[in-house]
């Protein structure tokens, strides 16, 4: 047994050593933006959280429990995240993925080869889980001023507590998968999906549907208790964690035990769980999911994704059939809206946060006074941001996967700028209504000024057409025809320099627009007065050039070398 698992971690290896042979071109890239959105993220959240804890303990009688029931939420968030990834990566790793299939052709069991999938799934999922709450733990440990023995305590914490939903993740995939073919990921996927919604709406009955426990003086204090006591529910992982983080910081290593056995023993038979169950369902789920598609019974008439093609106002029939294609690959691809499901139900988590925020906006007051305007500005940042990604992840590969069937499609009268164009206006229109659908209805519920309404959504509109642009740009300039996965398109050298761009793209227009909305709001300035001052103007100017550049450059060139290229 031993020596199998020395085998596929040597292939494993082999694998990684290929990949860093392919980039060794351009890996200085990946690393150099690596090492600078990491440290960013590391220096920037450790500073920010040190800042709020520190303020936080130094106010006497409520600064710590408030402390404690922080960073039990914070704790709370990040477990329901690791359990919906680890839901989607689990199916994709471990009954999806062509590797299995090779490995199951090969004298390996399957409780083997379902452990190392789990342990790879844990791997993917929890890396980004131990990049954000670094600066959580090394804040929190600088403000309680503790010594370097509470850093090795947190790390065998963490331990367990990542192992908890990568397990739990895998035995839903598994039931799930045993009854639910994989080949019609689909249904699967739709499952996922009413479970994470199920989830979402008990922790927003949790969250924000909690009565006020008291109507006394100290009514404000109370509120911002109940805001946060989401995280404090004793049977759930993300508590523990809390509890034995807290019992390090104050030295008391009878309870700092107590919450690690805690932890590790429901991580020890969670997996032990998924193990027992690896008999029953594992091999069936995969068989299943191996089913021919001959069986398939195949119906006449249109399908759906037919009949909203007819309805499309579009006039010309090739540009038509160009939509439907595009919509019917997109939907076969589950790697490509399973993730989907993942954005659109931490997003749901984030609508629901404020929701519940603006229910309790006298309470959050308290703290931080004009906080709807300061929240609905980085709302907006944060909403382009996540434009970002979804034009990097979903738009920037979609020319590179036409080049092994171009061949059929260059065979059509039509034009080569036309599949561009098409790519283009399908990416923004999806791009511009998920994008400004989130930033108004955040800004409904936080109630802000018509002022700072106004900016978000027209800023959220000329965004939409830029980081449309540089991805489809970008994308007939720099196309990987060679490779047929989106992700690993994504994540080449023209999808780093896609990032790269659009973050500092993004970047310029935010710093361009704080004066816009600052000297509005927090100042009080008259919205004409506002308007004719220097500082706007100059504002104005930099966002009119900026956003030109953008929208314009990138597609002229991309054109340009569209029309040239060889297929």
Not at 82 to 101: A, P, Q
Not at 299 to 314: M, T
Not at 438 to 460: A, D, H, K, Q, R
Not at 550 to 559: D, Q, T, Y
Request: some cysteine; proline content about 4%.
């Amino acid at each position: 047994m031993a020596s199998q698992t020395l085998t596929v971690l040597r292939v494993k290896l082999r694998i990684a050593d290929n990949y860093l042979r392919g980039i060794k071109k351009h890996i200085w890239v990946h690393l150099a933006v690596g090492l600078v959105i990491t440290s960013v993220l590391l220096v920037g959240g450790s500073v920010l959280f040190y800042w709020v804890f520190d303020f936080l303990l130094r106010q006497e009688g409520f600064g710590p429990p408030l402390v404690e029931r922080l960073l039990g939420m914070v704790l709370m968030a990040f477990f329901s995240m690791l359990v919906f990834s680890n839901l989607i990566i689990t199916l994709t790793t471990t009954y999806i993925s062509k590797e299995v299939e090779f490995f199951l052709s090969q004298p390996l069991s399957y409780r083997k080869i379902f452990t190392l999938k789990l342990g790879e799934s844990i791997l993917y999922s929890s890396w980004a889980f131990l990049v954000l709450s670094f600066p959580i733990f090394v804040s929190f440990g600088t403000a309680r001023h503790v010594d370097s023995s509470f850093y090795s305590g947190v790390v065998l914490l963490i331990i367990p507590f990542t192992i908890i939903p990568g397990a739990l993740g895998a035995l839903v995939t598994m039931v799930l998968s045993a009854y639910f073919p994989a080949r019609k990921t689909r249904t699967l996927s739709l499952v996922l999906a009413v479970i994470v919604i199920v989830m979402i709406v008990v922790m927003v009955r949790l969250v924000g549907g909690r009565e006020l426990v008291t109507k006394t003086g100290d009514v404000d204090f109370d509120r911002i208790m109940g805001f946060l006591t989401v995280g404090a529910i004793p049977f759930f992982p993300n508590y523990w964690l809390a509890r034995g983080t807290l019992a390090l910081a104050d030295g008391r290593w009878r309870d700092f035990a107590y919450w690690l056995a805690m932890l590790t023993s429901t991580a020890l038979m969670t997996v032990q769980v998924c193990l027992w169950l690896i008999k029953p369902l594992y091999y069936r789920g995969w068989s299943l999911a191996r089913e021919s598609s001959s069986q398939v019974e195949i119906k006449g008439g249109r399908s759906i994704l037919d009949r909203i093609g007819a309805l499309l106002p579009v006039r010309t029939p090739s540009v038509r059939a160009l939509v439907v294609k595009d919509m019917k690959t997109f939907c076969r691809d589950p790697a490509q809206w399973t993730q989907l499901i993942i954005l659109f139900s931490l997003l749901a988590i984030y609508i629901a946060s404020i929701r519940n925020a603006a229910s309790e906006s006298s309470a959050i007051d308290v703290l931080v006074p004009k906080w709807q305007m300061i929240l609905a500005f980085l709302n907006m940042g944060g909403t382009c941001f996540i434009l970002s990604i979804f034009t990097t992840r979903f738009v920037y590969p979609m020319l590179s996967l036409e080049g092994k069937q171009y061949w059929i499609i260059g065979l059509a009268p039509i034009a080569r700028t036309r599949l561009v164009w098409e790519k283009y206006v399908l990416s923004w229109f999806v791009s511009f209504v998920l994008a400004e659908s989130l930033m108004v209805f955040s800004n409904v519920l936080l109630g802000v000024e018509p002022y700072i309404m106004w900016l978000s959504t027209v800023t959220i509109l000329i965004v939409s057409f830029g980081l449309t642009s540089l991805s489809i740009g970008l994308g007939a300039l720099t196309p990987n025809f060679k490779e047929d996965n989106p992700a690993r398109i994504a994540n080449g050298l023209g999808g780093t320099v896609c990032v790269i761009l659009s973050l500092i793209y993004l970047g310029a227009v935010v710093a361009l627009e704080i004066p816009l909305a600052a000297r509005a709001v927090l100042q009080g300035i008259p919205l004409l007065e506002h308007f004719f001052s220097s500082t706007v103007s100059l504002c104005l100017a930099g966002l009119v050039v900026i956003n030109a550049a953008v929208v314009l450059l990138p597609m002229h060139f991309g054109l340009r070398h569209w029309q040239r290229i060889e297929f």
